[in-house]
């Protein structure tokens, strides 16, 4: 079992910055892959990053790509994604998840056994 608890989410103007934290118990944290989701109003919940175990490697949805980075530290047990140059288009709930299967980064859904209960990311004009 792995339990996730999302923070840092709030109201910041178009061009702001964000850090979400993710902080995650249960399993050993380093066992498993952390992807990042986000789901606005109306909208099916998209994948936005991914990282490795080690967090070696990193995986990106191209809309965030260059804007977004996630990181995580296996000593904390914590997982970040830190957001510049925020846009309106950006404003949803943001999920932090978990995929046990040991298998290469995933942006299904399908893949993440465990999910945070997400944190709402607001973006004025």
């Known amino acids: 079992q792995v339990q996730l608890v999302e923070s840092g989410g709030g109201l910041v103007q178009a061009g702001g910055s964000l850090r979400l934290s993710c902080a995650a118990s249960?399993?050993?944290?380093?066992?498993?892959?952390m992807g990042w989701f986000r789901q606005a109003p109306g909208k099916e919940r998209e994948f936005v990053a991914a990282?490795?175990?080690?967090?070696?490697?990193?995986y990106y949805a191209d809309s965030v790509k260059d804007r977004f980075t996630i990181s995580r530290n296996n000593i904390k047990n914590t997982v970040y994604l830190q957001m510049n140059t925020l846009k309106p288009e950006d404003t949803a709930v943001y999920y932090c998840?978990?995929?046990?299967?040991?298998?290469?980064?995933?942006?299904?859904?399908?893949?993440?056994?465990?999910w945070g209960q997400g944190t709402q990311v607001t973006v004025s004009s």
């Open positions: 249960g399993r050993t944290f380093g066992s498993y892959a």
């Open positions: 998840a978990a995929d046990t299967s040991l298998g290469i980064l995933s942006r299904r859904r399908e893949e993440y056994d465990y």
């Open positions: 990282i490795s175990r080690s967090g070696v490697s990193t």
